[in-house]
């Protein structure tokens, strides 16, 4: 099946740096990839829908100046924690949506851990 | 706003033992429904979908589920679970337009003991 290539699948850093996660589409081509976030024991909530040459479209109470997302390629999205705080530290996850008629597919990214010290 | 509940956070059973997780959803509308499933140390791989039709839905593995919409449920069931089904299990809804913005329960996680 389609894979979803992300990373790095944990990173460490200190307050004040920025991290950038990548998201890749191996073999197929992702017009839209989604970034997610999850905290311990909570649901996946959605950050932003990411089109192909376009902006991101953020999620309420998501701050678009402190998470960066670039979809540049069919293939590649980036995310990048911009001066990265305690609080941002989470477990953030790409999708990657295959569309075709009667044949829509999402394919997920294995995630990454970030710890901000 | 729209949200997804799954009553259990953590479920032990024994191998062969009947399975049932819960799942309900806040909006009225039409939906979509979903249940993944996360194994350890792998992606999130989509284990069933409802998008119309039968409301009774089969997927991989041996799970089914059944859309209720007059109880606003989506249950993951399988008859005799396997210790190779341990696993974190998510259901996720979204408003029609397919696989557009999910919005996901919490997780249940499931640990099958041989």
């Known amino acids: 099946g389609a894979v979803v290539s992300q990373h790095p699948s944990r990173v460490i850093c200190k307050s004040g740096t920025s991290v950038k996660i990548e998201c890749r589409s191996l073999d197929f081509q992702a017009t839209t990839m989604f970034w997610y976030r999850q905290f311990p024991k909570q649901s996946l909530m959605l950050m932003a829908t990411s089109n192909e040459g376009s902006k991101a479209t953020y999620e309420q109470g998501v701050e678009k100046d402190k998470f960066l997302i670039n979809h540049a390629s069919l293939t590649l999205s980036t995310l990048t924690v911009t001066s990265a705080h305690p609080e941002d530290s989470s477990f953030y996850i790409c999708s990657a949506r295959v569309a075709g008629q009667n044949n829509e597919k999402l394919f997920f990214g294995s995630g990454t851990q970030l710890s901000v010290l | 706003a729209q949200s997804v509940s799954q009553h259990n956070h953590h479920v032990i059973l024994s191998e062969a033992a009947s399975l049932e997780l819960g799942c309900n959803y806040s909006?009225?509308?039409?939906?979509?429904l979903f249940w993944y499933v996360q194994y350890p140390g792998q992606h999130l791989q989509l284990l069933l979908k409802y998008f119309s039709g039968d409301p009774l839905v089969k997927g991989i593995k041996g799970f089914e589920a059944e859309f209720i919409k007059s109880k606003f449920s989506f249950n993951l069931r399988k008859p005799s679970v396997q210790w190779s089904d341990t696993a974190e299990y998510f259901c996720?809804?979204?408003?029609?337009?397919?696989?557009?913005?999910?919005?996901f329960g919490a997780g249940t996680r499931l640990a099958v003991h041989p």
């Open positions: 996720a809804v979204n408003r029609g337009g397919g696989y557009n913005k999910l919005i």
């Open positions: 909006y009225g509308g039409t939906v979509n």
